[in-house]
């Protein structure tokens, strides 16, 4: 493993910059400490609370979070697939 690259994972995963409105980064969804998942049945995804986990709210989405866990694997992503991933 590039520990290099690894860290800047690790950087753009929490870093909220690249958000839709700069409040929802990858770890917001996506919560280390669940499974690289979410606690909410249905994600609440952009404009939320800025908070991870049970207290999380704002507008819902139209899915449940999916897990990350070896994401490095799947040959497409989103629940419709709509993201390939190449390398």
Known sequence: MDTKLA???RLLFFDNI???HQ???CAG???PRVGLGDTQSIAIGIQNNK???DKR????NQRRTPS???SAFYPK???NGRFSARS
């Open 29 to 31: 969804c996506h919560a």
């Open 77 to 79: 992503l989103m629940w």
């Open 7 to 9: 860290a800047l994972g």
């Open 18 to 20: 690249g958000a839709l």
């Open 68 to 70: 990350v866990v070896n």
């Open 51 to 53: 908070t991870v986990g």
């Open 23 to 25: 409040d929802n980064g």
């Open 57 to 60: 709210s704002g507008p819902r």
